[in-house]
């Protein structure tokens, strides 16, 4: 049975002229694909409806008649929208199954095409399993309270890239609240009736006094039973309203978590300066104790790497592990599938070797398969140096580690350049290449996926009131140093921490990963992108010592708040 981290989501949402699958039409389509947890690849289009579209609808949209109209036909939108459904064991994922799989079936037969076999899953069915009755389950309501930043509300690409963020919360709950690890599981779950258990008063009585003691700040929590053995251990970023709404009407969401409940005779706690070292706290704890009731992370996870072989011309392979062999590793990312995918991606893009082994130059040598279809430049035969297989390479770690954008620039010119010279083909196949590579990794933060380069310092607010911000620093992946201060502290000890950190050498050795590092560096770097764009981030990649410390200085001092707290 495939797991839930393999299988491609097709997240889509449609807008429409009304609201019959039928007799009404999309006129803006967005389809997004989750894969391991990651947006992979977007999709979006208007499309002509030829349909009048309802002032209420183009008032929220902001689609009117007249843009409707410029829009592709249907019949030219539908290469792409098959080519993205028809993903080997893809999953239909929607908002509102029913409405989106309507519409965008009947627009797949309408074309002729046949009617679409493939499992569904709806988002809002699976939270009204996951998250408590109390709280709204639409788009909007559900992205506040699962600190989802929204763009372009009410704009298809904006609320499917919305909702796959919001599916993939829902994944690592169910994972990690249910035992959920297959899609076949993940899809019986969704499609049984929503119950919702309360806590027993008897349960209530006996842990009330604890309850009034709870503080507020993030933290780990333990559920103890009659023999003062933890059944449960859960984290939380303010504990008292996390602990308190396991006792709120409706709020269980299984009967395994309503059985778990009635055991509980007592209540233990340990706050944390920050949710993300409630969160390292809360793993480990899990695989030391490893509590009856926690279904997940009672083991270590195996992740996936890219990893860069170390030859005159490398080239990027699959690993499972980090070794302290001086190379650079990408990564970890939670699935196999995803890492295939990502390497596929790369080799279709660039062209770095993908034959075995090292290889020695020769003009005699003969160029192989990969050559022929522009998939590699051919180093073995001496028809690119090292130095410009090298600067390919560099395209390509750039590209992982999350700074692209001079990659696309330099594509857009070429671009420009090809169709101001009327060359309208090659400047459509560069096109197609700032597309494929727009959709290898979608960010909201800057965060690398280089295990080598993957070195920063994060500075987050924590409270407007009281001028206070969470520092971060990175070194490698590795978190090294968490602290909060406020924005007029004495800097000395954290800049002297900045110092031997990245710049004193000898403290730079090559270092060999554990597998409760490994764990680490994934949840810091999940964490990392679930920021939303919050807080600023500092790199210390190719810069100097003066010029950080002077970037931390100024970050701090002069770091703006605002009104709506950040949520993480």
């Known amino acids: 049975m495939a797991s839930i981290w393999d299988i491609p989501f097709i997240v889509t949402d449609v807008e429409t002229t009304g609201s019959s699958g039928q007799k009404n039409r999309i006129i803006d389509i967005g389809c997004v694909t989750l894969l391991g947890g990651q947006v992979i690849n977007q999709y979006d289009t208007l499309i002509n409806p030829h349909q009048f579209i309802p002032f209420y609808i183009a008032n929220m949209t902001g689609i009117s008649n007249e843009m409707a109209a410029r829009a592709p036909e249907e019949w030219e939108v539908m290469t792409d929208i098959m080519e993205i459904l028809h993903q080997p064991e893809a999953v239909f994922s929607a908002h509102s199954v029913p409405f989106d799989f309507s519409f965008v079936n009947n627009l797949v037969i309408r074309n002729s095409f046949a009617p679409l076999e493939m499992p569904t899953l709806c988002t809002l069915k699976l939270s009204r399993r996951l998250i408590a009755t109390s709280q709204k389950k639409n788009v909007g309501d559900l992205a506040q309270y699962l600190g989802i930043h929204v763009n372009n509300r009410h704009r298809a690409l904006g609320d499917a890239l919305a909702t796959a963020q919001i599916l993939a919360l829902l994944l690592e709950k169910a994972e990690t609240e249910h035992g959920i690890s297959t899609i076949e599981e993940l899809i019986s779950f969704h499609n049984k009736p929503a119950r919702h258990f309360r806590a027993s008063y008897k349960t ?10 709870i503080p507020k700040e993030p933290g780990v929590y333990y559920f103890l039973g009659r023999n003062k053995n933890i059944l449960y251990v859960g984290k939380a970023k303010s504990l008292k309203d996390r602990v308190r709404s396991y006792f709120n009407e409706g709020a269980l969401s299984s009967r395994k978590i309503a059985d778990m409940t009635r055991r509980i005779y007592d209540i233990k706690w340990s706050t944390t300066e920050t949710e993300l070292a409630a969160l390292l706290l809360e793993s480990k704890e899990i695989k030391r104790i490893k509590p009856y009731f926690n279904s997940a992370d009672k083991s270590y996870q195996k992740y996936m790497f890219l990893k860069l072989s170390k030859d005159d011309f490398p ?144 500075v987050i607010p924590v409270s407007s009131r009281d001028k206070t911000i969470e520092i971060i620093i990175i070194d490698r992946g590795k978190l090294i140093h968490q602290e909060i201060i406020g924005r007029k502290a004495p800097l000395d000890n954290l800049i002297n921490i900045v110092r031997e950190t990245f710049f004193i050498p000898t403290k730079r050795n090559i270092l060999d990963y554990s597998l409760n590092d490994i764990d680490e560096i994934k949840i810091v770097s999940s964490w990392l992108n679930r920021l939303n764009g919050k807080g600023n981030f500092i790199y210390t990649e190719n810069k100097s010592e003066n010029s950080v410390i002077i970037e931390v200085e100024k970050t701090i001092r002069n770091f703006k708040f605002v009104e709506d707290e950040i949520q993480y």
């Open 204 to 213: 209530f009585k006996r842990v009330e006094e604890k309850l009034n003691q």
């Open 315 to 458: 080239k990027f392979e699959i690993a499972d592990t980090i070794e302290p062999d001086g190379t650079e590793y990408f990564g970890p990312f939670r699935s196999n599938g995803l890492t295939q995918n990502i390497l596929e991606l790369i080799n279709k893009q660039f062209k770095l070797r993908e034959c075995d082994g090292a290889i020695k130059p020769n003009k005699e040598n003969q160029p192989c398969f990969y050559h022929q279809i522009s998939r590699c430049n051919a180093p073995c035969s001496l028809l690119v140096s090292r130095e410009e297989y090298l600067e390919e390479l560099e395209k390509v770690k750039a590209f992982l580690s999350g700074f692209s954008e001079g990659i696309i620039a330099q594509l857009e010119e070429k671009m420009i350049k090809f169709a101001d010279e009327l060359e309208f083909e090659k400047a459509s196949l560069v096109k197609n290449q700032i597309t494929q590579l727009n959709r290898l990794f979608l960010r909201r933060q800057r965060v690398p996926t280089s295990i080598n380069k993957n070195n920063l310092i994060v």
